[in-house]
């Protein structure tokens, strides 16, 4: 007979400590405590990795556009400076189109030596990019005390230098 004693006992304790901490007065809201909330299944590591990958997807969609932008910009340079020295130099191919020279070795004497210049750009942006990668890596451990796994891979400089060579090749043969 005592368990159903208890049981009320229990509940009356229960009610004296919430009326004790929320106030009993009808009109509060909170009562006279203020109420603190607290989240039991949000783990900082989560909040940390969504925080790291937003940061990601942001400089990767920064990254993209700045390359869109970067190489549009150097298709319209190669071509101005294709035109431009196609121009000037048209004694020359004329003096070799006397000679018998074809369209493939004309092209090939007059952009051979820009090939070099152009490597030797590809090639320095190598140590300039890594560099870049270590400026950001350390001002974001400065600033949030992240790193963001960031490389260069070797695809990535193959491609780059295609690309580049491409674009070159391209603008030659088309405005010659």
Known sequence: MKEPNSNEEF???ARNVL???YGSHPGTIYGKNI???ASFDVNSKDIEAGFISGISKTVNIILIAFIVVSLLISIIILIVI?????AS???A?????VLGYTNREKVMLFFANFIPTILFACFLMIPVTLVLI???????MATSQIVLPLVLNYSTIIISITICL?????TSMLTW
Request: hydrophobic residues 55%; aromatic residues 18%.
């Open 134 to 140: 270590s400026v950001f890596n350390a001002f974001m």
């Open 19 to 21: 009326s004790k901490f």
């Open 93 to 97: 191919i004329a003096t070799f189109s």
């Open 35 to 37: 109420m603190y909330g």
């Open 82 to 86: 294709t035109n431009i020295m196609i």
């Open 89 to 91: 130099n048209k004694k």
């Open 166 to 170: 491409t674009v070159f090749a391209l």
């Open 11 to 13: 509940k009356n304790i």
